[in-house]
């Protein structure tokens, strides 16, 4: 079946580091991608997606290329600051013509800043 | 625009009680997840809604977890009975459909079962 793969267990950096989180995807057809963000006593927040191969998404600083040759979708940030404290998820959604909706999400990555 | 609201936020059940956990969607969305959260697993699909009709119904939850669409604006997720391996945080998520677009999630209701 569909599984993603991203950076395992935990990510710290100091304020101002450039924050890169992998992101691989394994699936038979032609899935839209998409990374979420979660804070404390949250639910996932919807960061951005991309469709089709090359795209680029981006929101809040954040961005990540979707490239179906090497089948991943990298999160990255500049410039990390210590409200993009929280944990990131990336997910994979059924590609177009399934009828379905659902998303396949990866464990979990949890960046958090170095004081 | 509301979000997904649910209800309770947290809720406290002896091992062997029911309880009913509530989800309103999105006004105007029609598919609707419920999900579960754990530390170790992370998120687990339990059901999935297209209007009131079930698409898909997670195996490994079916015999004491029942997720239903009361109306379009309106879900429960009953857990009977509860067991303590059921404490988790419990959300619900809701998309527009036809897709792929991004599902929206309410803060979720955090259980402890003693």
Redesign the interface.
């Known amino acids: 079946g569909d599984s993603v793969t991203q950076t395992e267990g935990q990510v710290a950096l100091s304020e101002e580091d450039f924050l890169t989180i992998h992101c691989n995807y394994s699936a038979s057809g032609y899935?839209?991608l998409?990374w979420y963000v979660q804070y404390p006593?949250?639910?996932?927040?919807?960061l951005f997606?991309a469709?089709r191969d090359k795209e680029k998404g981006s929101s809040r600083g954040f961005e990540a290329t979707y490239n179906k040759e090497t089948t991943s979708f990298h999160l990255q940030k500049a410039s990390v600051q210590e409200s993009d404290s929280a944990v990131y998820?990336c997910a994979l959604?059924?590609?177009?013509g399934t009828g379905?909706?659902?998303?396949t999400?990866?464990?979990?990555t949890k960046f958090s800043l170095i004081p | 625009d509301a979000g997904v609201t649910q209800t309770p936020r947290h809720e406290v059940a002896e091992k062997g009680q029911t309880i009913i956990l509530k989800c309103e969607p999105v006004s105007g969305h029609n598919d609707l997840f419920w999900y579960r959260q754990t530390k170790i697993q992370g998120l687990e699909l339990l059901s999935y809604f297209r209007s009131k009709s079930l698409m898909e119904d997670g195996g490994a939850f079916k015999d004491r977890f029942k997720a239903e669409m009361l109306n379009s604006s309106f879900s429960t997720l009953k857990i009977q009975p509860t067991e303590p391996k059921d404490s988790a945080v419990y959300l619900c998520a809701s998309s527009l459909w036809p897709g792929p677009y991004e599902q929206y999630f309410g803060p979720g209701t955090r259980l402890t079962v003693l």
């Not at chain 1, 959604?93 to 177009?96: D, F, M, N, S, W």
């Not at chain 1, 379905?100 to 998303?103: A, G, P, T, V």
């Not at chain 1, 999400?105 to 979990?108: A, I, M, N, P, S």
């Open positions: 899935p839209a998409f006593g949250e639910g996932p927040q919807f997606r469709s998820y959604g059924e590609y177009p379905s909706n659902r998303l999400f990866g464990k979990g």
